[in-house]
């Protein structure tokens, strides 16, 4: 069950060298659900904005800067895509700098293939908890709107509270004590 999550998810791989990018996608195709390719970053930008992954693994190699810009950009679009950089880079300046885009991982070349799956499976599982998360607040979101609406519907005068917080007041109680929200009414 170790890929349970990453089956879920698409991913975006960028990566220059033809020699590692074709073994390192094909054992990617392996774990995740949809897999697009990028062999520099000009394109990998493109992929990103025409599908969206889920998440994001860049091999930064030569030209950092060039990987940089495109950290730069796709946060700009996406403050919450999970990125992975593999690197063989050992220089702590470019290891901070990439952390300023709030990258969830930094792999190390050479790549162990067993920590490269794992990272990628953590971050799906962290993808999946926060899609379920978003589901569920809006769930709240959308029971609170109809519990407003229901009890708005009322001609009686009802408030909700737990004795030290108002959770819902409808229309009638509003217009009982002229005031347009529950707000006016703690300040009374």
Excluded: W
């Amino acid at each position: 069950m170790r890929d349970r999550y990453s089956k879920e998810i698409s991913m975006l791989y960028i990566e220059k060298n033809n020699v590692i990018r074709k073994p390192i996608s094909m054992l990617l195709k392996k774990v995740v659900k949809k897999l697009y390719l990028a062999s520099n970053e000009n394109d990998g930008f493109y992929l990103f904005l025409k599908y969206r992954p889920s998440l994001v693994l860049i091999d930064i190699s030569t030209n950092e800067i060039n990987y940089i810009a495109i950290l730069k950009q796709i946060r700009e679009i996406d403050s919450e895509v999970s990125i992975i950089i593999i690197s063989a880079h050992n220089e702590n300046k470019l290891i901070l700098k990439c952390l300023e885009f709030n990258i969830h991982n930094y792999i190390k070349r050479p790549i162990n293939k067993n920590f490269l799956l794992k990272s990628i499976e953590n971050n799906a599982k962290m993808i999946y908890v926060n899609k379920i998360n978003k589901y569920q607040q809006n769930e709240i979101i959308n029971q609170k709107i109809l519990l407003q609406n229901i009890i708005d519907s009322q001609k009686e005068m009802i408030i909700v509270t737990d004795f030290k917080e108002i959770s819902f007041m409808n229309d009638s109680f509003l217009n009982f004590f002229k005031i347009s929200n529950s707000e006016e009414f703690k300040k009374k």
